[in-house]
Nanobody
Framework: QVQLVESGGGLVQAGGSLRLSCAAS????????MGWFRQAPGKEREFVAG????????YYAVSVKGRFTISRDNAKNTVFLQMNTLKPGDTAVYYC?????????????????WGQGTQVTVSS
């Protein structure tokens, strides 16, 4: 069992940046691969970025590759999502996910833990 709490969301103008954080507790953080997802109103939750347990490999959706960077600090039990060159289409609630076996790259993955989400709004 691991609990996840996202923070860092807010309102920014297009072209701006935000850094999201996801703090984990209740488990050994380094035993979990992590991911970020987002969900806009009326749309399905979609994969954004993922990272392996050690941070040695990262994965990105095509829509954010080159703009977003996922990273983790296992000593602080935290995973981050640095979002640069934000676009209005990035507006969504952002969620982090943890999985003990695989990097969560699909919202349908079994046995993942999820945070409560943090709102990101990008104005044009």
């Amino acid at each position: 069992q691991v609990q996840l709490v996202e923070s860092g969301g807010g309102l920014v103008q297009a072209g701006g940046s935000l850094r999201l954080s996801c703090a984990a507790s209740g488990g050994t953080f380094s035993n979990y691969a992590m991911g970020w997802f987002r969900q806009a109103p009326g749309k399905e939750r979609e994969f954004v970025a993922g990272i392996t347990k050690s941070g040695s490999n990262t994965y990105y959706a095509v829509s954010v590759k080159g703009r977003f960077t996922i990273s983790r600090d296992n000593a602080k039990n935290t995973v981050f999502l640095q979002m640069n060159t934000l676009k209005p289409g990035d507006t969504a609630v952002y969620y982090c996910a943890a999985h003990s076996v695989v990097v969560p790259t699909s919202s349908a993955v079994s046995d993942a833990s999820w945070g409560q989400g943090t709102q990101v709004t990008v104005s044009s």
